[in-house]
């Protein structure tokens, strides 16, 4: 291995002296990162070259995202590569400090939550399994916006995270290719990133789209010195690639989305087609005997009707033949039960964009409309439910159902809940498209990059098998009262307990108990979630202390993270709020020994790499039946944390896994809910009757919580007693769960006194993850969806 150790020193200071003109004693933390990532790049070129040849004679699939929660790069490649020691050990010989220069790599920005971080851990599996594949999306230059807290308040400000050259986006210019709107021409430009598998000399790649036009400058125009229309074309383009999910609460917000979603299906269609006729023959009786392409979502179901129209208006195919090839290739992830988060498109908005893909749809629409009849003739009303184009609108999700193969769900509770009320009337009529792909998540990142020390001792316990095979993770089960291996687990979670206890001090200024509880919830922000419920539980909480109605308490840090879509005024709101409890809490001294409030900003890949291991309780309490899967809730339990949550999404499969003893589950069931709804359920009963609940909720409205004259907290106020927005009151059942979530939290917090117990508890967690690999989730793909074989540079 010298030999390896000596090459990616001498490469590395080659390329910072050609990037940089540089020598090693010069150049900062950034450009050594530059230059052995470059390097790196050398070291698997052949094989990603190796890669990419063996794919193009197999069939392979293609997974379409709107987003990709890449992270940063380096240490996982190093972790995947089995390199990560070899370049730690050499940087320190030299005196560089490894950390420092992982810390220097920005977060790719390409994604928001855990959609785009599950397409990431597939494409990680998918290299190292070995299984010929490829992620298409867009490669936005400012991705989702950076959020930073003032005044408790979320800002949001743009983050340009390839403002420097980064090694590992690679541009492709001679492969762009062009994709039409009716008032621009749009060059899609594809940059390739390299997906390392664990283990193989297997390559995949992500390949993302970046929009330019066809000419920068409008000469005619800058000539007359007028200086904004000769760049205004330019400018609309380049929005495409610019942000990810733009404010669309105006209908140029909403045309900016469609554009998004056109641009980079069309710009991976004529990709594919390409390669498929120089590659594969162009016998488009054989297109799904080499393609199967996977829709991460709805965000790119327009890809349905834009390859019906590139195979006939292209390839002068017939209307039968492109129908038949689209239901061969396509298969369909729906990752959502909430009706206002399963898109819909404004018929209009395709007519003045893309008007001969509108066409394709209607002539859809009126096909299935026939079917229908023959189906059901004496049942209008199913008829009209199950339209393709419904009151102008485009349903993006049945488009999906009528014409995939296969649709699945996320986890085994959702599935069974699109299969039996959600989508009841499809899958009635195509039970065998019906099926459940539990999420997962890759263990390379999520424990050997983010959690070393844990990692050195499951390899010490079991070895390193479990990294690729993560059911020998259950052969920890036999240290499960091992006194001695129990300690060192308390060890290691204290001292990521320090680490992220540093992160915080340096990005919020609040100092925090590190032998404390370090109790979590980080994810988008969103009702349904119901960071409104935890808070509310610790506004109580200080009351309680605060009157000294609670004697022992052990002391306990709440921790938030996550962002709120910038025009979700209702989630702004909860952030503030947040933020408010925290102010009180953290200046009171007569309560801030035993508890603190936390909101870590500009949650993302790399906080989450510091926050996971840290945990001692994960909090994932969102309303039965509203969260589909969930993936942090897998982080966390593999990391040694214990789920504090509901009956919902994938938490239901956890449970089963490690145990309701070893998990801390209360509320309402999906059935309560349902006969809590047609009995008639009223907030109020339980706002006036639960003992504390008045007084927690009055703290939004009476003086004691600030916001600004917002009308934040009046609004948050109204929307769960009386309703807002057309909705019901409390739609989300939070007064309903208050009662049992502050018993199971009180119990939480006693139980924990007994450390080793709570160890074993944890550990126990740990021992049952294996099942939330990603590596299972998409080893199932590929057998029972895609139908791709693995195949071995």
């Given at each position: 291995m010298q030999d390896v150790r000596d090459k990616i020193i001498s490469e590395t200071l080659k390329n910072i002296k050609i990037d940089f003109t540089k020598r090693l004693h010069d150049a900062n933390t950034f450009e050594i990162y530059q230059g052995i990532s470059k390097t790196l790049l050398g070291y698997f070129a052949e094989n990603w070259t190796k890669s990419n040849e063996l794919y193009r004679k197999n069939r392979r699939v293609y997974y379409f995202s709107a987003e990709f929660l890449m992270g940063r790069s380096l240490g996982n490649s190093l972790v995947n590569l089995g390199l990560q020691e070899d370049v730690e050990g050499l940087l320190k010989d030299i005196g560089i400090n490894y950390n420092e220069v992982e810390e220097a790599e920005a977060d790719g920005g390409l994604g928001n939550g855990g959609l785009g971080r599950l397409a990431s851990c597939f494409l990680d599996s998918m290299a190292t399994l070995n299984l010929p594949g490829q992620g298409y999306g867009i490669r936005y230059k400012n991705g989702i916006f950076k959020q930073e807290i003032e005044n408790g308040f979320q800002k949001e400000y743009?983050?340009?995270?390839?403002?420097?050259?980064?090694?590992?986006?690679?541009?492709?210019?001679?492969?762009?290719?062009?994709?039409?709107?009716?008032?621009?021409?749009v060059r899609a430009i594809p940059y390739d990133t390299p997906i390392i598998g664990y283990k193989t000399d297997n390559i995949n790649t992500l390949r993302l789209w970046e929009a330019h036009p066809l000419e920068d400058l409008n000469i005619e125009a800058f000539n007359d010195q007028k200086y904004d229309e000769a760049v205004k074309c330019r400018n609309r383009v380049k929005d495409i690639s610019r942000i990810l999910y733009p404010n669309d609460s105006t209908s140029e917000g909403k045309k900016l989305r469609l554009r998004q979603q056109y641009f980079f299906v069309s710009a991976s269609l004529q990709d594919i087609i390409r390669n498929f006729k120089k590659y594969n023959g162009g016998d488009f009786n054989n297109f799904s005997k080499y393609i199967a392409i996977q829709l991460n979502d709805t965000h790119p179901v327009v890809a349905i009707p834009e390859l019906m129209r590139l195979l006939m208006d292209m390839e002068k195919l017939s209307w039968e033949e492109s129908f038949k090839i689209c239901n061969e290739v396509f298969s369909y992830t729906n990752h959502t039960i909430l009706a206002e988060a399963s898109e819909k498109w404004w018929v209009d908005f395709?007519?003045?964009?893309?008007?001969?893909?509108?066409?394709?749809?209607?002539?859809?629409?009126?096909?299935?409309?026939?079917?229908?009849?023959?189906?059901?003739?004496?049942?209008?009303?199913?008829?009209?439910?199950?339209?393709?184009?419904?009151?102008?609108?485009?349903?993006?999700?049945?488009?999906?159902?009528?014409?995939?193969?296969?649709?699945?769900?996320?986890?085994?509770l959702h599935s069974e809940l699109l299969k039996y009320r959600e989508l009841k009337n499809w899958a009635e009529i195509y039970p065998e498209k019906f099926q459940n792909k539990t999420n997962g998540i890759t263990p390379r990142?999520?424990?050997?990059?983010?959690?070393?020390?844990?990692?050195?001792?499951?390899?010490?316990?079991?070895?390193k098998k479990w990294i690729i095979h993560s059911e020998e993770l259950k052969r920890l089960e036999e240290y499960g009262e091992h006194i001695d291996v129990l300690r060192r687990f308390l060890e290691i979670k204290n001292e990521k307990k320090k680490e992220l206890g540093d992160f915080i001090r340096k990005t919020t200024g609040i100092e925090v108990n590190t032998d404390s509880i370090f109790d979590v919830q980080v994810k988008r922000i969103h009702e349904y979630k119901r960071q409104t419920l935890n808070i509310l539980y610790i506004l109580d909480l200080y009351f309680r202390l605060k009157e000294g109605k609670i004697r022992e308490y052990y002391p306990t840090t709440f921790i938030f993270a996550g962002k709120a879509a910038p025009g979700y005024f209702r989630a702004k709101g909860i952030i503030k709020l947040i933020n408010e409890v925290a102010r009180i809490v953290n200046n009171d001294k007569d309560v801030n020994d035993k508890i603190k409030v936390v909101f870590i900003p500009d949650f993302k890949v790399s906080s989450g790499e510091k926050i996971y291991?840290?945990?001692?309780?994960?909090?994932?309490?969102?309303?039965?039946?509203?969260e589909a899967s969930g993936t942090g809730n897998m982080k966390f339990m593999m990391n040694g944390a214990i789920t504090l949550g509901t009956f919902?999404?994938?938490?239901?499969?956890?449970?089963?896994?490690?145990?309701?003893?070893?998990?801390?589950?209360?509320?309402?069931?999906?059935?309560?809910?349902?006969?809590?709804?047609?009995?008639?359920?009223n907030p109020k009963e339980y706002y006036e009757n639960v003992e504390g609940l008045k007084r927690a909720m009055d703290a939004l409205v009476d003086g004691t919580l600030n916001d600004e004259n917002s009308g934040m907290f009046k609004e948050l106020y109204t929307s769960i007693l009386e309703g807002a927005d057309w909705h019901k009151p409390d739609q989300y059942f939070v007064l309903g769960d208050f009662q049992e979530f502050r018993t199971i939290r009180d119990k939480l917090n006693n139980d924990y006194r007994d450390k080793i117990e709570w160890a074993k508890k944890a550990w126990l967690n740990i021992c049952n993850s294996g099942k939330f690999s990603s590596d299972r989730t998409i080893h199932d793909y590929a057998k029972e969806i895609w139908k791709i074989e693995p195949k071995r540079v």
């Amino acid at each position: 291995m010298q030999d390896v150790r000596d090459k990616i020193i001498s490469e590395t200071l080659k390329n910072i002296k050609i990037d940089f003109t540089k020598r090693l004693h010069d150049a900062n933390t950034f450009e050594i990162y530059q230059g052995i990532s470059k390097t790196l790049l050398g070291y698997f070129a052949e094989n990603w070259t190796k890669s990419n040849e063996l794919y193009r004679k197999n069939r392979r699939v293609y997974y379409f995202s709107a987003e990709f929660l890449m992270g940063r790069s380096l240490g996982n490649s190093l972790v995947n590569l089995g390199l990560q020691e070899d370049v730690e050990g050499l940087l320190k010989d030299i005196g560089i400090n490894y950390n420092e220069v992982e810390e220097a790599e920005a977060d790719g920005g390409l994604g928001n939550g855990g959609l785009g971080r599950l397409a990431s851990c597939f494409l990680d599996s998918m290299a190292t399994l070995n299984l010929p594949g490829q992620g298409y999306g867009i490669r936005y230059k400012n991705g989702i916006f950076k959020q930073e807290i003032e005044n408790g308040f979320q800002k949001e400000y743009p983050v340009n995270w390839i403002k420097y050259k980064i090694a590992w986006s690679i541009p492709k210019f001679s492969e762009e290719v062009i994709v039409e709107f009716t008032d621009m021409e749009v060059r899609a430009i594809p940059y390739d990133t390299p997906i390392i598998g664990y283990k193989t000399d297997n390559i995949n790649t992500l390949r993302l789209w970046e929009a330019h036009p066809l000419e920068d400058l409008n000469i005619e125009a800058f000539n007359d010195q007028k200086y904004d229309e000769a760049v205004k074309c330019r400018n609309r383009v380049k929005d495409i690639s610019r942000i990810l999910y733009p404010n669309d609460s105006t209908s140029e917000g909403k045309k900016l989305r469609l554009r998004q979603q056109y641009f980079f299906v069309s710009a991976s269609l004529q990709d594919i087609i390409r390669n498929f006729k120089k590659y594969n023959g162009g016998d488009f009786n054989n297109f799904s005997k080499y393609i199967a392409i996977q829709l991460n979502d709805t965000h790119p179901v327009v890809a349905i009707p834009e390859l019906m129209r590139l195979l006939m208006d292209m390839e002068k195919l017939s209307w039968e033949e492109s129908f038949k090839i689209c239901n061969e290739v396509f298969s369909y992830t729906n990752h959502t039960i909430l009706a206002e988060a399963s898109e819909k498109w404004w018929v209009d908005f395709y007519k003045e964009l893309i008007p001969r893909v509108y066409e394709i749809i209607v002539e859809m629409d009126k096909k299935w409309r026939g079917k229908l009849l023959e189906l059901f003739p004496n049942d209008e009303g199913r008829r009209k439910d199950m339209v393709l184009i419904k009151d102008n609108m485009i349903q993006m999700a049945h488009m999906a159902i009528y014409t995939c193969h296969t649709v699945n769900g996320v986890a085994k509770l959702h599935s069974e809940l699109l299969k039996y009320r959600e989508l009841k009337n499809w899958a009635e009529i195509y039970p065998e498209k019906f099926q459940n792909k539990t999420n997962g998540i890759t263990p390379r990142r999520w424990v050997a990059v983010s959690n070393k020390p844990l990692t050195k001792l499951i390899n010490r316990l079991i070895g390193k098998k479990w990294i690729i095979h993560s059911e020998e993770l259950k052969r920890l089960e036999e240290y499960g009262e091992h006194i001695d291996v129990l300690r060192r687990f308390l060890e290691i979670k204290n001292e990521k307990k320090k680490e992220l206890g540093d992160f915080i001090r340096k990005t919020t200024g609040i100092e925090v108990n590190t032998d404390s509880i370090f109790d979590v919830q980080v994810k988008r922000i969103h009702e349904y979630k119901r960071q409104t419920l935890n808070i509310l539980y610790i506004l109580d909480l200080y009351f309680r202390l605060k009157e000294g109605k609670i004697r022992e308490y052990y002391p306990t840090t709440f921790i938030f993270a996550g962002k709120a879509a910038p025009g979700y005024f209702r989630a702004k709101g909860i952030i503030k709020l947040i933020n408010e409890v925290a102010r009180i809490v953290n200046n009171d001294k007569d309560v801030n020994d035993k508890i603190k409030v936390v909101f870590i900003p500009d949650f993302k890949v790399s906080s989450g790499e510091k926050i996971y291991p840290a945990a001692d309780v994960s909090v994932q309490i969102s309303t039965a039946g509203k969260e589909a899967s969930g993936t942090g809730n897998m982080k966390f339990m593999m990391n040694g944390a214990i789920t504090l949550g509901t009956f919902d999404g994938a938490n239901v499969e956890i449970v089963e896994e490690a145990g309701r003893e070893n998990e801390y589950i209360f509320g309402l069931t999906v059935e309560e809910i349902t006969t809590l709804e047609k009995e008639g359920y009223n907030p109020k009963e339980y706002y006036e009757n639960v003992e504390g609940l008045k007084r927690a909720m009055d703290a939004l409205v009476d003086g004691t919580l600030n916001d600004e004259n917002s009308g934040m907290f009046k609004e948050l106020y109204t929307s769960i007693l009386e309703g807002a927005d057309w909705h019901k009151p409390d739609q989300y059942f939070v007064l309903g769960d208050f009662q049992e979530f502050r018993t199971i939290r009180d119990k939480l917090n006693n139980d924990y006194r007994d450390k080793i117990e709570w160890a074993k508890k944890a550990w126990l967690n740990i021992c049952n993850s294996g099942k939330f690999s990603s590596d299972r989730t998409i080893h199932d793909y590929a057998k029972e969806i895609w139908k791709i074989e693995p195949k071995r540079v």
